[in-house]
């Protein structure tokens, strides 16, 4: 089959777009999470004070739906930060310690095995009202992964 300028002309602008979007698709896999076990003595720790955070995991589910996990050890009498309010949603899940969590001006007290979702654009915030560490895990779904 013999092809002409222009039909070449008309072919490489297609080839060079499904390039284009392959490369795409790699770079989106690279977000992708994988299986993976997360043991908590390997996840690095970053120290803030009293608190300490552990990244357990970013990205994206097979489906492109953004998720992220990390843990924190919440001093006595410490917040993390003060209260804010962000797109994507989150489940907080208090393993040890208490929590004082205040979700749009409404405040309730959380103890060991309690979660907390919060929904998008909500105020929230929480600070560890006990005399021992709090620890709790926050996943957050829809953000930046």
Known sequence: MNYSRR????????????????????????????????????????VNGQNQGRAVLNGETHQGYAVEMHMTELGPGQAPHAPHKHVHEELVMLQTGTLETTVNGQTATMTAGSAAYIASNDLHGWRNPGTTPAQYFVIAFGGNA
């Open 7 to 46: 039909d070449l002309s008309l072919l490489l602008p297609a080839l060079a777009a499904a390039k284009a979007s392959a490369q795409d698709q790699n770079q989106d896999r690279k977000k992708l999470l994988p299986t993976k076990i997360f043991k908590y003595q390997d996840l690095p720790v970053k």
